[in-house]
């Protein structure tokens, strides 16, 4: 079959999946889909954190405090503001990527542990600053989100609002996918590996650093709005240290230089202690545990064992093949 044909066919096959799959989602109890919705939130921020740690080697420990931004930009707007949702969540989006292109300036002379301990602090000074906003920012209390509509159309359900977090996470997946393939995604693999060879093949380093910390927080403020759309509260609780670390274990697991393993890692440490949730410092042990599991026997992660097993798998089938031909 030729190739366009099975890319025809394997859209079709999607796109039936997809529908039967949203079919029963709808008639799913809310927490179900409560928890697709904060895995697929989560999965949006894990997905930068991909690009930016695992693909381009730009240690970061402030996730959490660029996904405040987007979040808080997006309350703020809306209550203070009256702006709706949409315009609001843009804004919430475009200053995380503001501030991590001007995060991005450090990065441009450290690297390793001193760029992770930058980060860090970073995000941990934005979140007491926002805790610090008094009525503006709802400080220590929390703010909370007005309801969610655009266009008429009110993301009052859970099925609702897991329809407002699919399409933004579908097409973040998309166009990650090609920034990992394409010539970017090349250009930081080289520039992870060997710096100074880079600068010999004549790769503009400090822009390449520059566009990913863009791209990653941009995608964190994404991440941010969609979950204050989500929560329809937050506070500087959901922004913690140990916040930014999740996400970190959670690209670490799924797999640092791939974009599925971002999400099957998001997946992962965000149902893990949803099944755990009476058990607190259970779900925090078995996050351990997997995670030195990772460390030791699959450093690249579940993605990265996965497909080594089907590689494997297809190399055995291909040479049982060849052996049953006659000479």
Same mark, same amino acid.
């Given at each position: 079959?030729?190739?366009?044909?099975?890319?025809?066919?394997?859209?079709?096959?999607?796109?039936?999946?997809?529908?039967?799959?949203?079919?029963?989602?709808?008639?799913?109890?809310?927490?179900?889909?409560?928890?697709?919705?904060?895995?697929?939130?989560?999965?949006?921020?894990?997905?930068?954190?991909?690009?930016?740690?695992?693909?381009?080697?730009?240690?970061?420990?402030?996730?959490?405090?660029?996904?405040?931004?987007?979040?808080?930009?997006?309350?703020?707007?809306?209550?203070?503001?009256?702006?709706?949702?949409?315009?609001?969540?843009?804004?919430?989006?475009?200053?995380?990527? +503001?501030?991590?292109? &001007?995060?991005? #300036?450090?990065?441009?002379?450290? /690297? !390793?542990?001193? =760029? *992770?301990?930058?980060?860090?602090?970073?995000?941990?000074?934005?979140?007491?600053?926002?805790?610090?906003?008094?009525?503006?920012?709802?400080?220590?209390?929390?703010?909370?989100?007005?309801?969610?509509?655009?266009?008429?159309?009110?993301?009052?359900?859970?099925?609702?609002?897991?329809?407002?977090?699919?399409?933004?996470?579908?097409?973040?997946?998309?166009?990650?996918?090609?920034?990992?393939?394409?010539?970017?995604?090349?250009?930081?693999?080289?520039?992870?590996?060997?710096?100074?060879?880079?600068?010999?093949?004549?790769?503009?380093?400090?822009?390449?650093? +520059?566009?990913?910390? &863009?791209?990653? #927080?941009?995608?964190?403020?994404? /991440? !941010?709005?969609? =979950? *204050?759309?989500?929560?329809?509260?937050?506070?500087?609780?959901?922004?913690?240290?140990?916040?930014?670390?999740?996400?970190?274990?959670?690209?670490?697991?799924?797999?640092?230089?791939?974009?599925?393993?971002?999400?099957?890692?998001?997946?992962?440490?965000?149902?893990?202690?949803?099944?755990?949730?009476?058990?607190?410092?259970?779900?925090?042990?078995?996050?351990?545990?997997?995670?030195?599991?990772?460390?030791?026997?699959?450093?690249?992660?579940?993605?990265?064992?996965?497909?080594?097993?089907?590689?494997?798998?297809?190399?055995?089938?291909?040479?049982?093949?060849?052996?049953?031909?006659?000479?």
């Amino acid at each position: 079959m030729p190739a366009s044909r099975r890319k025809i066919f394997g859209v079709i096959a999607l796109a039936a999946f997809g529908a039967v799959a949203l079919y029963f989602l709808q008639k799913s109890n809310s927490y179900f889909l409560y928890v697709i919705n904060l895995t697929l939130v989560n999965a949006i921020a894990a997905i930068g954190l991909v690009l930016l740690s695992g693909i381009a080697g730009q240690i970061s420990l402030g996730t959490a405090g660029l996904v405040a931004v987007g979040a808080y930009s997006t309350g703020v707007l809306m209550t203070q503001l009256g702006i709706g949702f949409l315009p609001a969540a843009v804004c919430g989006a475009l200053a995380a990527a +503001i501030i991590g292109t &001007a995060l991005a #300036a450090p990065a441009l002379r450290l /690297s !390793g542990l001193h =760029l *992770a301990i930058v980060t860090l602090a970073f995000g941990i000074v934005i979140v007491q600053f926002i805790g610090k906003g008094g009525k503006l920012t709802g400080g220590m209390s929390g703010l909370f989100i007005p309801a969610v509509s655009i266009f008429g159309w009110h993301a009052d359900t859970e099925f609702k609002r897991l329809l407002l977090i699919l399409g933004p996470f579908i097409v973040i997946t998309y166009a990650s996918l090609n920034f990992a393939r394409l010539k970017p995604g090349r250009a930081l693999h080289i520039l992870r590996d060997r710096e100074i060879i880079a600068r010999t093949l004549g790769i503009n380093t400090s822009f390449y650093k +520059i566009l990913t910390f &863009a791209y990653s #927080a941009l995608l964190c403020g994404v /991440s !941010g709005a969609l =979950l *204050a759309a989500l929560k329809g509260y937050v506070s500087v609780d959901d922004f913690s240290l140990w916040n930014s670390l999740y996400f970190f274990v959670m690209i670490v697991i799924g797999g640092m230089t791939s974009v599925l393993g971002g999400i099957v890692g998001a997946a992962i440490v965000t149902i893990l202690p949803e099944l755990l949730r009476g058990l607190q410092e259970s779900a925090q042990a078995a996050l351990g545990i997997v995670t030195l599991l990772i460390f030791l026997f699959m450093p690249g992660g579940v993605v990265t064992l996965v497909r080594r097993t089907y590689q494997a798998t297809s190399a055995t089938r291909l040479s049982s093949s060849r052996e049953g031909l006659p000479d």
